[in-house]
């Protein structure tokens, strides 16, 4: 048996008309808020005293500058030798929550700006929330169970199925067949306390994008639904405090809108209250899935806990040849972001204006023949200056 506790914490951050994190518009800007937004966390020790921190924000995204508020907070009470391993801090990924609260300028570019007030706001909810989740640890039993979402039920869309087909290891699909196009299996943690569901954490990969971004609230989108959901049927059943934590898992191109024939028109007749529903309605299906597959006694978790944080720089690796059209010497670049960064997706949310993503997407191509041949103009210790330009 584990010791573990948990705890939510409002996060607290007052809309005053900066621009939301998500879909990139600068008009898409946040005067009210429909839902509270969650730090929700989660504490684990084993019978050995290594512990785990795991926090989800109802935010759009984690930065770096969030990461080491949290952890100089967590230093402050647990001391300074904190591993930073022992802290999972992650999303729901919903694209109706503030910005501002990285220090890298491309994150805040539409807020406008770094907004120091956002980034304390977060860093002592999360802190505040994972610090209480510690002080309410008690004896638990964890248990896993996983479940799949039936074909019928409308919860998730693969909006990049051209992708998906191209892998080796997949059943094609059609234009017809894009719900089927992903993983339709959550896996949940749960916490059992004096025989009873107290606490649980999901993973389901799908995009908290049911609302677009011409609405004005801040609100945790389908994820936060879900947990609202799951926390309220537990506290009908007589569970105080409960947390349920919905965390995403390969949500990459998972949209919670159809994709198909007349998606774009289909999604034009959502709007306004329309979305909010259309939101909560998606987080009852998984909140309802995560509830019926707790009902069953599941794996037990037993044995110590561990866990490795690492940062992986992925400039100037070797490639595969498989994916480098036979050569041996290609190497990956310097990071940079792709016109579809900058495009949006069709449906889920445009970004740019379609003129400028094509006249964008021919001058990405044109830079990249040309580097491409200064590269091959030079020898092998000459091109590391300008791959790295």
Not at 134 to 158: H, K, Y
Not at 310 to 336: E, I, K, N
Request: hydrophobic share 40%; proline share 4%.
């Amino acid at each position: 048996m584990y010791q573990a506790g948990w705890h939510k914490t409002d996060i607290g951050i007052q809309p005053d008309g900066h621009a939301m994190h998500g879909y990139g518009h600068f008009e898409h800007r946040a005067t009210g808020s429909r839902t509270p937004l969650y730090a929700r966390a989660l504490y684990l020790a084993d019978a050995e005293g290594h512990a785990l921190f795991f926090c989800c924000l109802d935010l759009g995204y984690v930065t770096h500058a969030m990461r080491e508020g949290v952890l100089t907070a967590l230093r402050r009470v647990l001391g300074i030798e904190f591993d930073e391993s022992a802290l999972v801090l992650t999303c729901t990924h919903t694209h109706s929550g503030p910005g501002g609260c990285a220090h890298e300028a491309l994150y805040n570019v539409v807020t406008p700006g770094f907004v120091p007030e956002h980034l304390e706001k977060v860093v002592a909810a999360a802190s505040g929330a994972l610090l209480a989740a510690r002080a309410a640890a008690a004896p638990t039993e964890l248990f896993l169970v996983q479940g799949n979402f039936e074909a019928s039920v409308p919860v998730a869309w693969n909006r990049s199925l051209s992708a998906y087909n191209r892998n080796s290891d997949v059943k094609r699909r059609s234009r017809n067949e894009t719900h089927l196009a992903l993983d339709r299996t959550m896996s949940v943690l749960g916490l059992r306390r004096d025989g009873r569901l107290q606490a649980m954490v999901s993973l389901f990969g799908v995009h908290a994008t049911c609302l677009g971004n011409s609405l004005s609230l801040f609100d945790g989108d389908n994820k936060g639904y879900a947990a609202a959901y799951v926390e309220h049927a537990l506290a009908q059943d007589g569970v105080a405090d409960a947390v349920a934590i919905f965390a995403q898992s390969t949500a990459g191109d998972v949209s919670p809108h159809f994709q198909g024939p007349g998606d774009i028109a289909r999604r034009a007749r959502l709007s306004g209250e329309e979305e909010y529903a259309y939101a909560a309605r998606n987080g009852r299906y998984q909140g309802e899935l995560a509830l019926r597959i707790l009902a069953d006694e599941g794996q037990p978790i037993r044995g110590g806990l561990d866990s490795i944080f690492s940062y992986a720089d992925l400039t100037d690796v070797t490639a595969d040849p498989v994916f480098a059209g036979g050569r041996a010497d290609a190497r990956t670049s310097s990071p940079c972001h792709g016109v579809a960064f900058f495009a949006g997706t069709r449906v889920d949310g445009p970004g740019m204006p379609a003129p400028l993503v094509m006249g964008a997407r021919l001058m990405a191509r044109g830079l990249r023949a040309a580097r491409l041949r200064m590269l091959d103009r030079y020898a092998p210790a000459e091109r590391e200056y300008f791959r790295r330009l």
